[in-house]
């Protein structure tokens, strides 16, 4: 028997406080650019027949129980017990959260207290440069306010993230912008912007990445193929980790670690990065939560191409506690019918198993973020 005693969720984002209807718990659940077809729902998909398989027992009801009835029950409890008995039924004993996204989510000490477990900050990379620039005028105070800025995040966050690294221009280069270069590109983004707008200047978003990994903090990176919390649409992404390459060979040997986070479709480039270089690690979270039954291919397929101590677990989850329970499930599930397979026919001692299972679910994410430090 192949378990998973303890999971550490290193990417994921609070769940929304009120009440949902059918069609707002639908819409959290699809988490695309717009509303199913017609006379169809979010609910048949793998992620929906993942939450009906698992999330019932949870809430008092039977496997597979209808939508409907289901989210009766989820009222009939409230938002905040149903949201408790989810959290705590994930067997997660420390949460990552992600705090950078928009709406009525809960927090780091929030997720903790509902679930039972420890919960640290990952900033926001791109959201903390927002903020910045609506306090401050002029060029100057923006540059030096954010490098304060990013210098007392690292204090306390367990790590940075940055959504927006391959949503706008060339993929990251090689080596930091120069002064005059991030000067101009700060001029020209406080002269267009409005309050609360995106950074989208390659220049600034090369400077953002190479400021925070002057830290030596963690630094994760939406790596392709959207995921929650990315914010996505379809092809904001494209081209996935293999655009990381030259940044991920420049900053190694500097003491910042690169996670590439929300791999699907490109799952195998991430896990490739991850074997070539020493300070790359690779995130299994959505690639196997939307791929419900399937995953135990995918996550085959990670595992044959990444070092074991390079793979870390994640939900990736957003807005539904649901979210939190059918990642770890599947993921644990998966992890288990992998390893147990070969298990079963000899490639694999069981008590290596049982090593390699602890690493990718656990011991590699508090390694990584130096969990066991704090």
């Given amino acids: 028997m192949i378990e998973t005693t303890t999971l550490v969720d290193q990417n994921c984002h609070g769940v929304l406080r009120t009440e949902l209807g059918l069609g707002t718990f639908e819409a959290q659940l699809g988490r695309t650019a717009g509303p199913p077809a017609a006379g169809t729902t979010f609910f048949d998909t793998q992620t929906g027949f993942a939450v009906r398989r698992w999330c019932p027992p949870l809430l008092g009801l039977q496997p597979h129980t209808s939508p409907a009835a289901y989210l009766a029950r989820r009222r009939e409890l409230g938002v905040m017990e149903a949201g408790r008995r989810l959290l705590r039924g994930t067997g997660i004993t420390t949460y990552l959260v992600d705090t950078g996204l928009p709406g009525d989510l809960t927090g780091p000490e929030e997720i903790a207290a509902a679930g039972a477990a420890e919960a640290r900050e990952i900033v926001r990379l791109d959201l903390l440069a927002q903020q910045v620039a609506d306090t401050s005028g002029t060029v100057d105070s923006l540059l030096a306010n954010l490098a304060h800025a990013v210098h007392t995040a690292a204090g306390s966050a367990v790590a940075f993230v940055s959504v927006a690294a391959l949503r706008h221009g060339p993929a990251p280069a090689s080596d930091p912008p120069g002064p005059a270069e ?193």
């Fill in 182 to 374: 991030v000067r101009a590109a700060a001029g020209r983004w406080l002269a267009r912007r409005r309050v609360g707008g995106r950074v989208t200047d390659p220049v600034l978003l090369r400077h953002l990445l190479w400021t925070a990994v002057a830290t030596g903090r963690p630094l994760q990176l939406h790596a392709g193929g959207g995921g929650e919390g990315c914010g996505c649409r379809v092809d904001c992404c494209d081209g996935g980790p293999a655009r990381i390459a030259g940044f991920a060979a420049a900053t190694a040997g500097l003491g910042t670690d690169l996670v590439l986070l929300h791999g699907p479709p490109y799952h195998r480039h991430a896990a490739r990065l991850a074997g070539a270089y020493p300070h790359v690690y690779a995130d299994l979270g959505p690639a196997l939560a939307h791929t419900g039954a399937r995953a135990a291919d995918v996550l085959a397929q990670v595992l044959e191409l990444a070092p074991f101590g390079k793979l870390l677990y994640s939900s990736g989850a957003r807005g539904l506690p649901e979210l939190h329970v059918v990642g770890a499930r599947v993921f644990s599930q998966s992890l288990a019918r992998v390893l147990g397979g070969w298990v079963a026919d000899g490639s694999w001692a069981l008590a290596d198993a049982r090593r390699v299972a602890e690493m990718i679910a656990s011991g590699n994410a508090r390694r990584v973020y130096g969990l066991d430090d704090i």
